[in-house]
């Protein structure tokens, strides 16, 4: 057991967060805990370790629990560059490198027994260093920074002129390099573009120690955790799996206790008819006892009024079969491009996914067709009877001068009640009082749901989303995901949230260093079809390095040898063994290039490799050392 939390308690004034919270964490556990904004996630966290004390209950953790915390944000201070703040967590290696510099310096000038012990030392601190990874923690370091999105080049950045975003993804990289005995990571995805975030993953999947997930990227949680904690009403409920397993078994738990409640209110309904017709007459005792009965009855709650975001989409004018046309579209600024040679023929009710990394021309592209900036080459043309609506993820589509209520009445006809604009605002969770609401004062999630009940209201046939489930909770996510899947109009929608687009998109066009990628798909088939390409890149490239050592590493045949007698030598010969050495230790500088390279350190399956290569072939370059001393002896001989 890492720790466990028993009965746990927390209030912050009159509002209950955690009741009775009972969940135990175990080594090499990968666990994702998820719940609504607001349901108390990060004061769990905070109460692990020891940032926070529970009112009531027990935490029990293991003595000397090294709990790795992701901070929401992250600070450098000084001359520190981006390498050495990654570096840093190496120090104690960093010193014993240090060390045995000095000591070989010290081995060149010592003499008899002081070279015996600068000799046995310089032994001890070379075990320590092997053991510790200290021949392969600079690659470590770089390939993390590497894969969470740093290039080479900014290496050298001073990591206090860093942007926000870039502390962010620095504190990560750290933490995961110190690989504490349990991860608490909050929300880690959020600084990450796409392929940084696959490469998290890979990481993750192969990370040996213990972690706690808080995200709500739902296809990340699928592929990092093997267990979900669902905080819900101040309580926490464990479910085997990852969060797609999840979901399955939520819903048949929901369904089971809502037949629980429906079972014990016909049995309460009955209980209390008795009571009424048996208290005055012969059964007085039974209908009393039985009041007393229901008095201490834990009473089920029922889970058919759970409260959740619906999205009920109002029906569309119809467009014409041909919705959008791209033709050797070229987008981007007059001193860039960033995507050309785009072509595409987006056809009534499609629903295109549109992913990429950061400043790839995502953005760009929905700027283009919706003419907010003009194309550098093609043409883009809208077909007939299209109305589309756009919705911007820094949600200038709402007005801050407005109330909720008035904000929506901007894109309705005169003739609509406030019952109505209330009724539908409540499908968003603005309830009773909450349509009265400034926007200026409303959260990033409250009105990235007016911004989408604003442009659902007004029933265009093409929605344009860029990030629309940015401020959305999970169960808003799929609420949102629900009523997509039945509008009958066309989506165009950049956005990070890969499950989202899982279950909404129908193709998908990949932004990438190469330029722009359709594919006619969904997101898991996108997914299979890029990773395994990569795979068959990675492996194809492993096995010519290794064709290529080999042939280096080949005995080359001994020239023929005239006239003269020698005494023969039982085993190889010292030059002989000089020349194995001479190979493996330009096999162990070619594997140290490569652990340095990006390609080999931005793909972690091929730098587990290639690091193992080059822990044996030092292994073997030892081994090969001590023959030849052999062989030198056996030579003197």
């Known amino acids: 057991m890492l720790f466990r939390l028993a009965d746990v308690h927390k209030s912050y004034g009159a509002q209950d967060v955690l009741r009775a919270v009972n969940f135990q964490i175990n080594p090499g556990e990968h666990v994702g805990l998820v719940g609504r904004n607001g349901a108390g996630k990060t004061t769990i966290l905070r109460l692990i370790t020891d940032v926070e004390t529970p009112d009531k209950g027990e935490i029990e953790r293991l003595r000397g629990l090294r709990a790795g915390v992701l901070a929401q944000h992250v600070d450098f201070r000084g001359a520190t560059t981006v390498l050495d703040a990654a570096l840093g967590v190496f120090d104690r290696l960093r010193g014993l490198e240090s060390r045995m510099r000095e000591l070989e310096h010290q081995m060149t000038e010592a003499e008899g027994e002081q070279l015996e012990r600068v000799m046995e030392e310089y032994s001890e601190a070379q075990q320590s260093f092997e053991h510790e990874g200290g021949f392969t923690y600079q690659a470590r370091a770089e390939a993390v920074l590497l894969g969470l999105g740093f290039e080479r080049e900014e290496f050298g950045k001073i990591a206090e002129n860093l942007s926000g975003g870039e502390k962010n993804r620095l504190g990560l990289a750290r933490l995961l390099l110190q690989e504490p005995d349990i991860l608490l990571l909050d929300e880690p995805t959020n600084h990450l573009d796409v392929e940084a975030v696959e490469w998290l993953e890979e990481f993750l999947a192969a990370y040996r120690s213990a972690y706690i997930i808080i995200s709500h990227d739902r296809f990340f949680l699928d592929h990092t955790v093997e267990r979900i904690l669902d905080l819900e009403f101040g309580r926490v409920d464990s479910y085997r799996g990852n969060y797609s397993a999840y979901q399955v078994e939520k819903a048949e738990r929901i369904e089971q206790q809502q037949r629980a409640y429906e079972q014990q209110q016909e049995m309460i309904a009955k209980t209390e008819d008795f009571i009424r017709r048996n208290l005055a007459g012969q059964k007085t005792k039974q209908a009393k006892s039985r009041r007393i009965m229901l008095q201490k009855l834990d009473r089920l709650e029922s889970t058919s009024n759970l409260e959740t975001a619906s999205f009920k989409l109002k029906p569309t004018t119809r467009t014409g079969d041909q919705v959008l046309i791209l033709e050797d579209l070229a987008i981007g600024f007059p001193t860039r491009t960033l995507a050309s040679h785009l072509n595409l023929t ?254 080999v350190s931005r793909d972690r399956e091929r730098l587990i490799s290639v690091s193992q290569q080059y822990q044996e072939t030092e292994e073997r370059i030892r081994d090969l050392y001590a023959r030849w001393e052999a062989a030198l002896e056996l030579a003197a001989n």
């Not at 995502?362 to 003419?371: P, Y």
């Not at 003269?564 to 050495?581: L, M, N």
Request: with cysteine; net charge negative; proline share 4%.
């Open 346 to 599: 987006l056809r009534r009710g499609e629903r295109l996914g549109v992913i990429g990394g950061n400043g790839t021309g995502k953005t760009t592209l929905l700027r283009t067709i919706l003419g907010e900036q003009m194309p550098l080459a093609g043409e883009m043309r809208w077909g007939t009877g299209v109305s589309p609506g756009y919705y911007d993820q820094r949600l200038t589509l709402v007005d801050d001068r407005h109330s909720v209520l008035d904000e929506l009445r901007t894109v309705a006809a005169s003739t609509t009640t406030d019952g109505e604009l209330r009724g539908f605002l409540g499908r968003f969770l603005f309830t009773g009082d909450d349509v009265f609401k400034s926007v200026a004062t409303l959260s990033g999630g409250e009105k990235g749901r007016l911004a989408l009940a604003k442009l659902i209201y007004s029933q265009v046939n093409v929605l344009i989303l860029d990030e629309p489930t940015n401020h959305l909770d999970i169960a808003s996510c799929e609420a949102l995901e629900d009523a997509l899947n039945e509008y009958g109009g066309t989506i165009i929608t950049v956005s990070h949230d890969r499950y989202f687009l899982d279950r909404i998109a129908s193709q998908i066009l990949y932004f990438g260093d190469d330029g722009a990628e359709y594919f006619d798909g969904g997101y898991t088939e996108f997914y299979d079809a890029h990773h395994r390409a990569r795979a068959e890149r990675a492996a194809a490239a492993a096995e010519m390095e290794r064709q290529e050592r080999a042939a280096k590493a080949a005995p080359r045949p001994e020239p023929p040898r005239s006239g003269g007698s020698r005494r023969q030598v039982k085993g190889p010969r010292p030059e002989e063994i000089e020349s194995e050495i001479h190979a493996a230790e330009s096999e162990l500088q070619e594997l140290a290039t490569a652990l340095a390279s990006d390609e």
